[in-house]
């Protein structure tokens, strides 16, 4: 005993379901989930050994010293919209004493597609509410390529272009090095004069000196995520007179981002790369397979249940008694015809 036949049209409606759903997963889900997101908790270090740097508030230097930076990232999900997010960075460079050395803060608006800033939202880069930000906010997008992509620099602040240089692998996973150089670039008047004691000239003579700095900054990006898993940086800080002489070193580090914070950058990039991986290519391609490999099922059943064949054939009836002949005539009719009589010696004529 069979069980009920199961008709063609639903292996039509499977098949085309499937083809559906891998196009939907491919041309929506996936596109749609590459965006920034509102909320942000992050944070990474960064240590720097054998620095250097002078105090302007003891009138002291300093060298062959440790140093920390923290860098902490939270979102203003309230601020931000569906085309637009507003994160607030906080970085702090201290001794291994706890000594705040430098410090820098701002507010940003950026295009959660695209990461570059975009003005409102009250942004602000440490006292100044009026600072223009450009270029790449925080980060670089999703699907990053290998090219020049302009970086907001926060302690120069203005736009450097960041180049790309070559594939490397970080913890074992390829990812893009990207490296700027910028600098030296006024980025403060120090507030009140230095005696000229301590910038080498004479010990009478008090002065008005700005600060500048030159960074170079490398940067490794898992390009599927866009997400920055490693960073490098080296600052130096001069003090110069009016003259534009330069007469003090003020700040001589070169930083790493800490290996544990590395492994767990990483750690989020590879989630997304696998959520791509499954999302983009495994899925859409096992429903196309299986939408595919339905379409001759349903073919076939549709003409074994009893519909149309091709121009010019008759339709096969499952309930014709046909003894293997394919026109459907019983035993003893001629085709087309009616029955010839019976002749009187019980033959047909």
Known sequence: MTGPRVPWTAFAAASAFFVTLAALLRLYVYPSALVMPLEQARTYRMTASGAQYFDTATLTSHAGVSLLSTTTVSGDAGAGGPDTAVWVEFTSLTTEGGDRIDYHERRTAFDRRTGLAVACCDGYVDDDPGARQEGLAFRLPFRAEPRTYPMYDVLLRTAVPLRYERQERVFGRPAYRYTYTAGPIRIEDVPGQLPGKVLGLPEWRAVNVARYAEVIRTIWVEPESGLTVKVREHQRQTLRTPDGVERKVALLADLDMMPEDVADRMADAEAFARWVLLVRDLLPGLFLAAGLALVPVALRRRRRD????????????????????????????????????????????
């Open 306 to 349: 009893g519909r149309p064949g091709p121009a010019g054939e008759p339709a096969v009836r499952p309930d014709a008694e046909t003894n293997g002949d394919p026109a459907g005539v019983r035993p003893g009719a001629e085709a087309g015809g009616e029955p010839a009589a019976a002749g009187a010696d019980g033959e047909r004529k």
